[in-house]
């Protein structure tokens, strides 16, 4: 499995970097998981949108949503030259207003996935995970063969979070603050992104919806020094990971 990140920051894009969306690969299958600003512009220098195979979505807030409206117009627009009649878009259903905006007639269709049920998404086993935060959002273990991906979405950190995670080789956190950040939060820090890394021992991580006015540096060597032996990595546009 080949994974691209075509966006990274939480919130919204800064300085020319868009925000959540990664562009997952093989056996000739191309899926998006989320879909932020400046993620369509971006996955445009990998491949054909119109290429696309299935769009994931971990929950509707417009840092990962932005540029789906766009990406069906791309679909309207060109219908001669998409890989399939329609473009499945996979989304939770605790939200109808926002889940039935995924279906556009003859250009894509809404799938409902939840969580105590695999998807199967081409070549790929599709989990999911009820995370916490203030809208409803998931996490989700992708699966192929005997390698495995686990994406946090957004979230604070809870425990269940630990046996999701468990053993995967690459873990991708919602890291949006520094390890001081103290309160109410709804994402996790570099200290919990470590620790979680640690604890559910898997074999990379990947620190990401990273905050625009902190350094990366900074947010790299907090998470490095809480994972402990787990090598981690900061999400930048353009990085492509082989699992």
């Given at each position: 499995?080949?994974?691209t990140?075509?966006?990274?920051?939480?919130?919204?894009?800064?300085?020319g970097?868009?925000?959540s969306?990664?562009?997952?690969?093989?056996?000739?299958?191309?899926?998006?998981?989320?879909?932020?600003?400046?993620?369509?512009?971006?996955?445009s220098?990998?491949?054909?949108?119109?290429?696309?195979?299935?769009?994931?979505?971990?929950?509707?807030?417009?840092?990962?949503?932005a540029?789906?409206?766009?990406?069906?117009?791309?679909?309207?627009?060109?219908?001669q030259?998409?890989?399939?009649?329609?473009?499945?878009?996979?989304?939770?259903?605790?939200?109808?207003?926002?889940?039935?905006?995924?279906?556009?007639?003859?250009?894509?269709?809404?799938?409902?996935?939840?969580?105590?049920?695999?998807?199967?998404?081409?070549?790929?086993?599709?989990?999911?995970?009820?995370?916490?935060?203030?809208?409803p959002?998931?996490?989700?273990?992708?699966?192929?063969?005997?390698?495995?991906?686990?994406?946090?979405?957004?979230?604070?950190?809870?425990?269940?979070?630990?046996d999701?995670?468990?053993?995967?080789?690459?873990?991708?956190?919602d890291?949006?603050?520094?390890?001081?950040?103290?309160?109410?939060?709804?994402?996790?820090?570099?200290?919990?992104?470590g620790?979680l890394?640690?604890?559910?021992g898997?074999k990379?991580?990947?620190?990401?919806?990273?905050?625009?006015?902190?350094?990366?540096?900074?947010m790299?060597?907090?998470?490095?020094?809480?994972?402990?032996?787990?090598?981690?990595i900061?999400?930048?546009?353009g990085?492509?990971?082989?699992?």
């Amino acid at each position: 499995m080949l994974i691209t990140v075509l966006g990274y920051y939480g919130g919204y894009p800064y300085k020319g970097h868009g925000t959540s969306g990664y562009l997952l690969q093989d056996e000739g299958q191309n899926i998006l998981i989320d879909c932020g600003s400046g993620v369509l512009n971006e996955l445009s220098n990998y491949i054909d949108p119109l290429q696309l195979d299935a769009v994931v979505l971990s929950h509707y807030h417009h840092d990962h949503t932005a540029d789906l409206g766009v990406l069906q117009y791309n679909w309207q627009l060109d219908p001669q030259n998409r890989k399939h009649e329609v473009l499945p878009i996979y989304g939770h259903t605790q939200d109808f207003v926002n889940f039935a905006q995924l279906t556009m007639d003859g250009v894509s269709q809404g799938i409902a996935y939840n969580d105590y049920e695999t998807s199967e998404i081409g070549p790929f086993k599709f989990e999911f995970l009820r995370t916490i935060h203030p809208v409803p959002a998931y996490a989700m273990k992708i699966t192929k063969d005997d390698k495995s991906i686990v994406y946090t979405s957004d979230t604070a950190y809870f425990d269940g979070l630990i046996d999701f995670a468990k053993g995967s080789d690459l873990l991708i956190t919602d890291t949006n603050f520094a390890e001081d950040k103290t309160g109410k939060i709804w994402h996790m820090t570099t200290k919990q992104s470590g620790k979680l890394a640690k604890d559910a021992g898997v074999k990379r991580l990947m620190i990401s919806h990273l905050p625009q006015k902190i350094d990366v540096d900074t947010m790299l060597k907090q998470s490095q020094n809480y994972a402990g032996n787990v090598p981690t990595i900061n999400a930048f546009t353009g990085l492509e990971v082989e699992v």
